[in-house]
């Protein structure tokens, strides 16, 4: 779970952890926010991460927003720079090149599902 410290609808910190701030304060199972010592937190709900093609984007979240009276954090998907790109697909050869003879090649595929149809 994550938490903000909030002052009515402004965010004070993100994120925010009230154990850490609050060491001798008793939180009990399920806590979800509340005023503690002039200070309010709140639970935010982070959205799941959408799918992303590492070799050409990023999942990068949002500010924080107020949706249904809940904190949300929206994360959106972008896409990359042309040489951070470069770089991505340069650090993906190097990984490959060490394991080039663990890969199946499209003949052997070609040749694994003609087996595969066979038997099926």
């Known amino acids: 779970?994550?938490?903000?410290?909030?002052?009515?609808?402004?965010?004070?910190?993100?994120?925010s952890y009230p154990q850490r701030d609050h060491?001798?304060?008793?939180?009990?199972?399920?806590?979800?926010?509340?005023e503690i010592e002039g200070s309010t937190y709140v639970l935010v709900e982070i959205e799941d991460t959408p799918p992303t093609?590492?070799?050409?984007?990023?999942?990068?979240?949002?500010?924080l927003v107020k949706v249904n009276g809940k904190w949300v954090q929206k994360?959106?998907?972008?896409?990359?720079?042309?040489?951070?790109k470069a770089?991505?697909?340069?650090?993906?050869?190097k990984r490959d090149e060490g394991n080039i003879d663990r890969f199946l090649?499209?003949?052997?595929?070609?040749?694994?599902?003609?087996?595969l149809k066979a038997q099926g």
């Open 1 to 15: 779970m994550q938490f903000a410290k909030i002052n009515g609808d402004v965010i004070l910190e993100f994120p």
């Open 75 to 84: 994360i959106k998907v972008v896409n990359i720079t042309s040489e951070e």
């Open 23 to 34: 060491p001798q304060t008793s939180f009990g199972e399920g806590w979800t926010g509340g």
């Open 53 to 63: 093609d590492y070799l050409t984007q990023d999942a990068v979240p949002q500010p």
């Open 105 to 115: 090649t499209k003949d052997e595929i070609k040749q694994i599902r003609k087996l």
């Open 87 to 93: 770089k991505r697909n340069a650090e993906k050869a």
